[in-house]
């Protein structure tokens, strides 16, 4: 019986082999086994192990005849060994020559079945400092002795010492037990997780030295050091999920999944960070389609995309390039029957109402429709047909990168249930629709944004998210806007493009017109900055001049008591309170629109507003801020625009129509006898199309030529975030003055500071002292006590 064994699992290693081979045969006790175990080497390792053999008979050697991993290399070793104590080697790195010496008598004198000893590593790739840094700390041993269970929790649960195989000698009889649990097969990554996984939960006592260094790990020689990696070494790396579902195994076998379940999440997650990391950092980045195609077929659709959301939360758009082409997230449906369809909420405004509409639509075209929502049925809701099935999310407000994996795992059950193919997405802007996107994709299910307001609404704000947008809506499957300049734009980076507006309530095309005969005005909107009611408020400040009987309906409100107080504060004040009549919400505007003469569209921006397309419904003259991009507005039939802001044309405007009945009502025929082209629009042709290109058979191939508008667009993406970017820093560097000028002039701080004046000159004396020397110190006291005298 040996004191030690050795054990080498060897496979391609003839660069380093001979150095390891060195060290092991020189050791200074010569009682040891080397059990050399080759892995299906292809190159001359094993003329290099029987060149070794024929030197030394206490190697040992184990050949494969095909490739089965290091992991069973080790286990094999183990079942071999005939040494009280086993010590594991790998093949590129070198242990000291007294190592097995000195180990061997301190686990003679310790009497524990693990000893953790010291490590140097050798920097052999160039490899940073940080990397280097922080491995020596994970390789650090713990010097407090550990017993039972400790021994397992300390490692795992609360990180006290890390779970390298290689830097610690253990009992040949724990070897044996733990190894018993160590299925057979290839693990080709994190096999030193697994062993020491079983090899702590059967211990029962380890112990560090800290202060002496037995083994050389030679960092960059192996998987672990590489900067860059390619497909195959990321493959490699995504093995580690084996590790990870045999791990929770295990745990099932000792009947104590439950009890170390938070052990077992912690490291599956870390693996998958792992791999995750190398994708990203580490792979060169025209690979990353094909790398993202990797993390899926081994870790699944759910862990990697949750990962990802945990991780890149904020990093959509960079995710998005990453994998904007990958296999997985392509369509794999043929037919479409089931649409599931998306919106915060069904009650109350713009998008909800259109909503309404579009869903019977698409019900009469004989899709079953599904309505996710973030909010439960409630009284206010907009009527939808009875076999709508409506599913609830948790909500886009609260979701986050800590708890997307609820909200993904509720669209896979969704999805599941319903045998959903389609997913229609209305809200646009969200800060879910990325992540949202990535997991209904990775089903195979095809993902369409419907937008509902100008391309550059984010623009107008000077949202980052005006410079994402672009990267994101190229991995849709189809983008629906309510413009052709909407379609356009966004034709530049989702090849797969639709111009579609929102449908009209049959009820409209009934509806008698209004008898403009009096000198009621209309607005209708949310009181949001962007709807600019206050405009509305102003400009009837300087109509009722001219038009004492003038009258402005105000049908809307705002969530905040405090916004619409505001306003009637402000009309009050002006005396308006007569003149200027707040309705609060009407889901049924008919009545207004029935009694009034004119309506104003004081928007800074809109996609395709519904007042708009209702006064014309009901012969109501417009006039309205310049929106060239409407698409109702190109006409010019029943609108008069002025310039944005232009506070008193629009009043002009006013008046001047108020005071003229017989231009008044031929504007709002004009406005009537302009509708019927949407009366006529054919929307099961147009939403046929749009679902017809999304199935897999038919679905665009992305267009590859860089066309001069495409370089134009991007440009004016790159720069738009450019100067996005200098405006952030330039804001954060004005706070970061403002505060320091805050701080400095604080009592507090110069209280501080005249406390701490006498150690900050002994502590500044000290430190001049120790790296000059006395005679330099003195000069620098004298010459700051000739400027005082001189200042």
Known sequence: MSKVSLIVPVCNAEKYLKQCLDSLIHQTLYDIEIICVDDCSSDSSVNILKEYENLDNRINLILYDKNKSAAQARKDGVFAAKGEYVLFVD????????????????????????????????????????????????????????????????????????????????????CKKAFLYMPDGIFPKAQDLYAYFMLSFFADSYIGISDRIYYHYCFGRGITGHERINLQ???????????????????????????????????????????????????????????????????????????????????REEVAKNIYASIKLKSTKTNIKTIATYYHHIENGGVQRVLSLIIPIWISMGYQVILFTDTHPSGNDYQLPDEVNRVVLQSYNTTNRDNFNIRANQWHQAIEQYQIDVVVYHAWLSPVLFWDMCYIKSQGIPFIVNTHSIFSATLLSFQYQFGQLPSIYSMCDAVVSLSS?????????????????NPIDDNLKKEECSSLENHNILWIGRFSAEKR??????????????????????????????????????????????????????????????????????????????????????????????????????????????????IKNAAYQIIKLLNNDEDRKKIGYEARSSLQKYFNYDYYAAWKNVFSTVQCNLNLEKDPLVTTEK????????????????????LKSQQVSILEKEITSSWSFRIGRAITWLPRKIRGGFRCYKENGVKYTLLRIREKIVRRQII
């Open 533 to 646: 009611p206050m405009d509305a408020i102003r400009i009837m400040e300087l109509v009722i001049k001219e038009v004492s009987d003038a009258k402005l309906y105000m049908v809307g409100s705002n969530p905040d008591p405090s916004v619409m107080i505001k306003y009637k504060k402000e009309t009050e004040k002006r005396g308006l309170e007569n003149n200027i009549i707040f309705c609060g919400f009407h889901r049924d505007v008919s009545k207004f629109y029935k009694l009034s003469s004119i309506n104003i569209l004081l928007s800074r921006y809109e996609g395709f507003p519904m007042t708009l397309l209702e006064s014309k419904a009901y012969g109501v003259p417009t006039v309205m801020y310049e929106m060239p991009y409407i698409e109702m507005a190109r006409d010019n039939k029943g609108i008069i625009f002025v310039p944005q802001s232009d």
């Open 711 to 730: 370089i134009m667009m991007n440009t004016l993406i790159d720069h738009y975030k450019s100067c996005w970017k200098q405006r952030e820093n330039m």
């Open 91 to 174: 093949s590129d790195d070198f242990l000291e020559l007294n190592a097995c010496k000195e180990l061997y008598y301190e686990m003679q004198k310790l009497k524990v079945d693990i000893l953790h000893f010291g490590t140097k590593i050798e920097n052999c790739l160039n490899i940073s400092e940080g990397r280097i840094s922080s491995n020596e700390k994970l390789l650090r041993p713990y010097t407090n002795k550990l017993r039972g269970k400790e021994v397992f929790t300390s490692c795992f649960l609360d990180n006290k010492y890390g779970f390298t195989l290689w830097n610690k000698i253990y009992t040949a009889k724990l």
């Open 233 to 315: 070494i990321l493959e490699r790396y995504c093995t580690q999920v084996l590790v990870a579902d045999g791990i929770k195994e295990f745990l099932q076998q000792q009947n104590c999944f439950q009890i170390y379940e938070g052990i077992y999440n912690k490291y599956k997650k870390k693996l998958l960070n792992e791999c995750i990391t190398n994708w990203q950092m580490r792979l060169p980045k025209e690979k990353s389609f094909e790398g993202f195609d990797i993390l899926i077929k081994h870790w699944g659709e759910y862990d990697i995309i949750t990962a990802l959301a945990e991780k890149k939360w904020y990093q």
């Open 485 to 501: 300049v909407d379609k356009l734009y966004w034709s530049h980076f989702a090849s797969n493009s639709f111009y579609i507006p």
